[in-house]
């Protein structure tokens, strides 16, 4: 018997055979791009087009910029030096690079104090973005704007002191008033804040150094992507808060309340920002004396702020209309009172589904800060439109200047929409 | 920022309401500073320099009068002004004066409530075509396609040329300057037009300045002067003298060379009456006797001005023209130092 299978026996394998590699089309590059970039005939086609189009846009602007030139000293140098070969004139970026970065007058030596605020910044801004850091850093958070102040406006260290004291001294009267009734904590934090700046304008100007440690640099002096980034942060910064305590106002049942809230965003919606701006820049001037110099950044501050702060308490609404009442109705019958039940259960649901709008009003606004240059105040594009094109070296250089403003402003509003998309996914508690 | 101001501002607004205004001459003496209203940019008559330094023909009146005023030509605080805020800068008493290329007319004389104390630069709209279509004056250009910036007094301007002369023309509207000089360098019109020191500056920046030529015409009138407000008589006089003796010190050829050696005194008691060895004419504006010779010495006199900035040797090269004194066949006329 044993021999009977001798013959056959030979032919079973007793080991696997080894997987032999993927047919070429079904592996590696060429699967992808047979299932993403050649499906179809209509996509192969599609493909093929922009493919085109690729090499058309990039065949015209890649030797338009490699051919740049770094290093002259103005536009007909720059033409020398191409003699008529197809090239970018860059240089106007390198000599003017500060002017664009700090604007024209901000005292060159002192370039360290506003980058350093801008360093502080990310340092500041982190716990308030990514709240898995240490809660201990909020400290660092609270104390940023008074620093970034003193870093830039320099002058006497007092004034920033005594803000900073305005501010504790209100927290403090809030907190031992506010078990009480929460209105009382408000406005009696609020008057006490205002005591505070009061008594210590007179302490900051009787005690103000003739050389204080930072020297002074009035706003006026102040410009370039600097001033864009300044008004940026702070005007997002007031306007969330202000914008839920509008949205929050616009929902009250006390009709007083309600009609300023109502009257407030629907007037500032009604009007163009660029109108806004104007009234800060002009129409302000005539209502005070000549002496009394209201700073025209602070008068600028306030006017962008409330603009962003109607349209971000409009996006707030819609959140707060999003949330089911069952979830009202749940904080009333746990017993929450108004302060309590918003905290803890209202705001933080309606901010959650408010993200997306919200980032999409303060990429906007960042843009919108360009708008000053028409009130003359040298932001990038007034630095751009005004002292660099009016000068006799770079007048005719436009692609190169906006470009680069471009590359500036999307850096930033991409790194903005990178991060609110990071939020929503971590905020997500959905089970989709 | 200050938390005093901003807090004080509204009460100090009603208590200074009252106090009666201490004159423009006081204030400036006072801030030891001029507020000089200027534009935000425009070539060759005021812009920023690489390192922070205004420059130009306007800026050198500022320059000019902060010299004959306060004795140093630095002592300047330049505002940039825009030309929608440059007027309410002025009225409110932001500036003290304003030096931004500002057409003297009659509505902004007497309804505005400013006075213009002077002319610095007499312009004029002109037009600008490329030298290959072969025309040399403006009225051959029956059915030419004209590049013009809307809501401008110089599209009113050309409308009224082409009628007047009964020729046809095509406009091609535009926003700004520098969309007019895309367009018209990418041929979208065959003309451009605006403002003759404006094509000068503008035809420049070119790659080939030599492709495109001005016409001869110059179909309107643009006096460009400084300004004040109406009511302080005392500080109009101080801005319109000083124009006056940078014009006058060109017309007697004193120019910053020489001053030093004409100020010792000199033959022609004009000159000596000007620089303030004879005479009384500093104390009657309320200056010293030096103030004139502080105001050439700062920039030079009206000649060397014009030649620094915006002159034929410039990127820009301007001819005088209207802008020659009058010895010269030119415009500019200063009255006698007297």
Known sequence: MSDTHAQSVAFVRDTAIPAAPAPANETGPVKWLRENLFATWANALLTIAALFVIYLILSATLPWILGGVWTTSSLSECREVLAGETGACFSVLSERWNQLLFGFKYPSELYWRPTLALVMLFVAAAPVLFFDLPRKLLIFTALYPFIAFWLIWGGSILVPIVALLGVVGGYLVYSRFVTQSFATGFFGGIVAALIVWYIGGFITEALAPANPMLAAVPSRDLGGFMLNLMLGVTCVSLSIPLGIALALGRQSSMPLIKGICVIFIEFIRGVPLITLLFVASVMLAYFFPPEANVDLFLRVVIMITMFSSAYIAEVIRGGLAALPKGQYEAADSLGLEYAQAMRLIILPQALKISIPGIVNIAVGLFKDTTLVSVISMFDLVGMIRGPILASTEWNGVYWELLGFAALLFFVVCYGISQYSQWLERRLATDHR | ?338
């Not at chain 2, 101001?5 to 309401?17: D, K, M, P």
């Not at chain 2, 009113?156 to 009964?166: C, I, Q, S, Y």
């Not at chain 2, 034929?312 to 004194?325: D, F, K, Y």
Request: aromatic share 8%.
């Open chain 2, 1 to 338: 920022m200050k938390k005093s101001v901003f807090l004080g501002a509204l009460t100090v607004a009603g208590l200074a309401a009252g106090a009666a205004a201490a004159t423009t001459l006081e204030d400036v003496k006072a801030r030891g500073k001029l507020n000089c209203g200027v534009t935000t940019g425009l070539v060759g008559f005021a812009a920023p320099d690489a390192n922070g330094e205004w420059n130009g023909f306007d800026v050198a009146v500022c320059r000019a009068v902060a010299a004959a005023v306060l004795g140093d030509a630095s002592a300047v605080e330049f505002v940039p002004t825009t030309g929608k805020t440059r007027f309410t800068a002025l009225a409110s008493g932001e500036i003290d004066m304003l030096a931004r290329n500002t057409t003297w007319t009659f509505s902004r004389d007497v309804d505005l409530k400013f006075e213009f104390v002077g002319v610095n630069y007499y312009d004029g709209q002109g037009f600008m075509i490329p030298k290959e279509l072969g025309v040399s004056s403006a009225k051959d250009l029956d059915g030419a396609t004209v590049c013009i910036q809307t809501g401008t007094t110089t599209e009113l301007n050309l409308a009224d040329f082409f009628r007047a002369n009964n020729i046809s023309y095509e406009p091609v509207p535009i926003e700004t300057n520098a969309e007019a000089q895309q367009q018209y360098l990418a041929g979208a019109c065959d003309v451009y037009t605006t403002d003759a020191s404006g094509l000068a500056a503008t035809r420049a920046t070119f790659e080939d300045p030599t492709a495109h030529v001005l016409l001869p015409e110059i179909i309107s009138k643009e006096p460009l002067g400084p300004l004040v407000r109406h009511g302080d008589n005392e500080w109009g006089d101080i801005v319109r003298w000083t124009l006056n003796a940078l014009i006058a010190a060109e017309e007697y050829g004193v120019s910053s060379a020489n001053i030093g050696e004409l100020a010792s005194g000199t033959d022609n008691p004009e000159i000596n009456r000007l620089l303030g060895t004879e005479g009384t004419l500093g104390e009657m504006l309320g200056l010293d006797l030096e103030w004139a010779k502080r105001a050439i010495m700062a920039n030079g006199n009206y000649g060397e001005i014009f030649a620094k900035n915006i002159g034929e040797t410039t990127p820009i090269g301007l001819a005088r023209g209207l802008n020659a004194q009058w010895t010269d066949g030119g415009l500019l006329y200063s009255p006698p130092f007297r």
